[in-house]
């Protein structure tokens, strides 16, 4: 309730239909998206994404992630998907679906995960 998630969009275009981007924003999009790159922006008066999402803050963290699955992933559920990070807070970041599944311990019900993340080499699957 007190920690806005980011929400991951699979265009620029779908993102800044629920937030309000100036033009500094825009430039920045087309430079780094799709990337690791979030914006924080202004919500969209008419924006579905429930507040509880960006933790009643009048703003919203929006990204386009750069991989193809993941935005595939998003195409297909045509819709926002909010997401955590997949580690607990303030605990090291996960390099593998192993150390995700062994850090949250029964709390998710699933990873998906497809290719080389750091130099450990996750096969897809989901779990």
Not at 13 to 18: C, N, T, V
Not at 25 to 51: K, S, Y
Not at 70 to 85: D, G, K
């Amino acid at each position: 309730m007190f920690n806005p998630l980011i929400c991951h969009y699979p265009s620029a275009e779908r993102a800044f239909r629920d937030v309000v981007a100036n033009p500094r924003a825009l430039r920045v999009a087309e430079a780094f998206w799709p990337g690791p790159l979030t914006l924080i922006l202004p919500r969209r008066l008419d924006c579905p994404v429930a507040l509880l999402t960006g933790a009643g803050l009048d703003t919203l963290a929006v990204r386009v992630p750069g991989h193809e699955i993941t935005l595939a992933l998003l195409l297909a559920a045509e819709r926002p998907i909010a997401a955590p990070s997949a580690n607990r807070s303030g605990q090291v970041s996960p390099t593998s679906a192993r150390h995700v599944l062994d850090g949250l311990k029964g709390r998710i019900a699933a990873v998906l995960t497809a290719g080389r993340v750091g130099s450990e080499w996750n096969p897809p699957y989901w779990t």
